[in-house]
């Protein structure tokens, strides 16, 4: 099968070309920054299998995604998997180009197939939700990954559909450029298993956007200890706290008031919802220290942990949440380039910056005589207050 550099292999390729783990390269015997413009979608191999992700529930993500599957595995002659659930869904079995695709699709459930070494490429239809799906799938090493924008939001889909052939072409050739988004690592540990009374292994799992910690359904507030490579830092009083990547920073962690941050940049973004301390501001850490949540002894209720959205579970006290940066990052393909896609998203999505652009002063020189005569139509400050006065007299007589 095809295969593109992506960071199951990094550390061999950083060896190779000269960069140390801090992203920089040797040259010369000087340390230069790398520029992650560089950081471009190199295939050894033409891949031969593409796994589609569509959006579920909307039926107008239908007509495109049997457009582009049609094209896969007949132009394109690829090996397509898709979900299970999508071969048993009543939108697209019911559309009249579905039956010629039904024996040509491989078809997987999550949580029952790996699809390990199985996948060379993925292509993502709809909104961010797609992405992140696509990003659970693989706990490993992840595939690049093509989104198109079939969604209501599209932040992390700078693709547009009109003309995907083209563009999808392009990707398969490598003419490509790449954003490594990284993931985090997060690990539950159970307080029976902190002792070693139970043999169960540790919830272990990869998010792309955010961990987030929270009171859940209690009226209480949470209360829970925060430590950075084993020295406690503080303790968080209020809703909860995230703790984000930097392409989460844009996501749940940007509207609890935290920064937005490139997803080039290497770090975790600690923000506090709800805080009862207004000096509690969020939070920028480098990537690969490891934090540790517990539920502080006093706390007056549990605590309640979801990892970009799902698999939420609740911690008692004496459990721990640990989570660090992992080393499998996603491999996300650009339109254009990680600048251009990254602001154009701050632009089209959040609106970034958008007001109403300001006046430049006029110089009384470039005024025409009939500019500089007073207007009678509008008055003044005083003439406002005087004929307010005035109909407040009226009104008293």
């Given at each position: ?9 990094m550390e061999?390729i950083?060896?190779e070309g000269?960069?140390d783990g ?5 040259e010369g015997g000087?340390w230069t920054?790398?520029d992650?413009?560089?950081?471009r ?7 031969l ?5 569509k959006?579920?529930?909307d039926a107008q993500?239908?007509?495109?995604f049997i457009?582009?599957?049609r094209?896969?595995t007949i132009?394109k002659?690829m090996v ?5 659930s999508v ?5 697209v079995?019911?559309?009249p180009?579905?039956?010629?695709l039904?024996d040509k699709l ?8 790996d699809?390990?070494?199985?996948i060379?490429?993925?292509i993502?239809?709809?909104g961010?939700?797609?992405?992140l ?11 690049p990954?093509?989104a198109?924008h079939?969604?209501s939001?599209?932040f992390?889909?700078p693709f547009?559909?009109?003309n995907?052939q083209d563009q999808?072409?392009n990707v ?7 954003t ?13 298993q902190?002792t070693?009374?139970?043999g169960r292994?540790?919830t ?13 359904p209690?009226?209480y507030l949470?209360?829970i200890?925060l430590?950075l490579d084993?020295k406690?830092i503080?303790?968080v009083q209020?809703d ?6 930097p392409?989460g920073?844009?996501a749940?962690a ?8 490139h997803?080039s ?9 709800c805080p ?7 939070i920028v850490v480098p ?6 949540v517990?539920l502080n002894?006093d706390?007056r ?5 979801s990892?970009d959205g799902?698999?939420?579970q609740?911690l008692?006290v ?6 660090t ?7 996300s393909?650009c339109?254009?380039d990680q ?6 998203s701050?632009?089209?999505?959040l609106?970034?910056n958008?007001r ?9 020189e470039d ?6 005569t ?6 003044s400050?005083?003439?406002t207050l005087?004929?307010l006065a005035?109909?407040n007299?009226?009104c008293d007589n």
């Open positions: 099968m095809g295969r593109c550099r992506r960071e199951g292999e061999r950083m060896e000269g960069i801090r992203g920089e390269r040797r000087e920054i790398q992650p413009a560089s950081q979608l190199t295939w050894y191999k033409p891949p299998s593409v796994l589609v992700i959006k579920v529930r993500v239908i007509q495109p457009q582009l599957v094209w896969l132009d002659r397509v998997f898709v979900e299970a071969m048993e869904d009543s939108l079995t019911s559309h180009g579905f039956p010629v039904r491989m078809n997987f459930r999550e949580a029952h197939d699809l390990t070494d199985k060379d490429f993925i993502c239809l709809g961010d939700g797609t992405l799906y696509a990003s659970s799938l693989f706990q490993q090493s992840v595939p990954v093509m198109f079939l969604g939001l599209g992390l889909t547009k559909f009109d995907f999808v072409t398969l050739e490598g003419h490509a450029a790449l490594l988004r990284s993931r985090l690592r997060c690990i539950i540990i159970r307080k029976d902190e070693g009374k139970n292994p540790p272990n799992l990869l998010v792309l956007n955010e961990v987030v910690i929270d009171r859940g209690s009226p949470s209360n200890d430590y084993g406690r503080t303790s209020g909860g706290l995230i703790v984000s990547t392409t920073s844009t749940y940007v509207a609890a008031g935290a920064s937005m941050i997803p940049v290497p770090a975790i973004m600690l923000t506090p919802i009862h301390s207004l000096s509690f501001r969020p990537a690969g220290v490891e934090l540790k517990k002894s706390s209720n549990t605590c309640w942990v990892f799902r698999h939420q609740e008692m004496g459990d721990s949440l640990r989570v940066t992992s080393i499998y990052p996603v491999p393909i339109a254009e600048i251009a896609d990254w602001f154009a701050l632009d089209e999505c609106r970034w958008d109403k652009r300001q006046k430049h002063f006029d110089e009384p005024l025409s005589p009939t500019d500089l007073p207007d009678l139509t509008h008055s400050s005083s003439d005087d004929s005035e109909r007299e009226a």
